[in-house]
C-alpha cells in the first residue's frame, strides 16, 4: 500500500519505495560502462599518444575504472536500487548460469574448452607458423581463446566451480567418487 508521499509507480515489487524512476536505469549503465571500459585499451594502444600515457590510461581502464565506476553506481541507484540489480543478477544466472552437475560428455567438452586457451597461451608462440593468422592477427586468438576459457566455466558446471574455489582455501580436500576404488579419497 503506498504512503502518502510515494506513489504506486514509485514502489518496487517488494513494495520497498525507489528514490526515483531514473535512478535505477542510470546507475545501471554507469554500471555497465565502468565494466566495458577495459574495452576501450585497444584504441588507447592505438592513439599517438606517448607509451606513458597509453600505460597510464590503459591501466586505469583495466583495473581503476570498473572498480570506480560500481561504487559511482551504487551512490546513484542506492541502497534499494544496488539491493535490486544484485536480486535481478542472482536470478539471471540462477536461469542461465551453470547448472550443478553435468553428464560426462559436457564435462569432458568443458576440459577441452578450459585446457586448450592455456595450451594455446604456452606453446602458440612455438607453434606460431602452424596457426593460420596468427602471425598476422594474434589479437584474434587471443580474444578467441579467452572466451572459449570463460566459456568453459558455465559448460563444466556448479561442481567445477567449487573444485576451483578449494585450490584457494588451505583446508580443502578432493574427494573421489568410489567408483574409481579406495574409500572416496579418504586415506586416513
Known amino acids: 500500500m503506498p504512503s502518502d508521499t510515494t506513489t504506486a509507480k514509485e514502489q518496487t515489487t517488494a513494495g520497498q519505495p ?8 542510470v546507475g545501471v549503465t554507469i554500471f555497465v560502462a565502468g ?6 585499451i ?3 594502444t592505438s592513439s599517438d599518444l606517448s607509451t606513458a600515457w ?3 590510461i590503459a591501466g586505469a581502464l583495466a583495473v581503476g575504472v570498473p572498480e570506480v565506476m560500481m561504487v559511482v553506481a551504487a551512490a546513484v541507484m542506492g541502497k534499494e536500487g544496488f539491493a535490486r540489480l544484485k536480486s535481478q543478477f542472482g536470478r539471471f544466472l540462477k536461469k542461465y548460469g551453470p547448472p550443478e552437475h553435468v553428464g560426462r560428455a559436457r564435462y ?3 576440459l577441452v574448452m578450459f585446457a586448450a586457451p592455456i595450451l594455446l597461451g604456452w606453446f602458440g608462440p612455438y607453434l606460431h607458423h602452424f596457426l593460420p593468422g596468427f602471425d598476422t592477427h594474434p589479437m584474434w586468438w587471443y ?3 579467452d572466451m572459449v576459457f ?4 558455465f559448460v563444466l558446471g556448479g561442481e567445477f566451480w567449487d573444485k576451483l574455489r578449494a585450490l584457494f582455501v588451505h ?3 578432493a574427494v573421489f567418487p568410489s567408483t574409481y576404488g579406495g574409500d572416496g579419497g579418504n586415506d586416513e
Not at 565494466?35 to 576501450?40: C, D, E, G, S
Not at 570463460?150 to 566455466?153: D, L, P, T, V
Open 171 to 173: 583446508g580443502a580436500r
Open 18 to 25: 525507489v528514490r526515483g524512476d531514473w535512478r535505477f536505469p
Open 42 to 44: 585497444p584504441l588507447v
Open 150 to 153: 570463460i566459456s568453459s566455466f
Open 108 to 110: 569432458h567438452t568443458g
Open 35 to 40: 565494466f566495458a571500459a577495459p574495452l576501450a
Open 143 to 145: 580474444v578467441g581463446g
Open 54 to 56: 597509453k600505460t597510464a
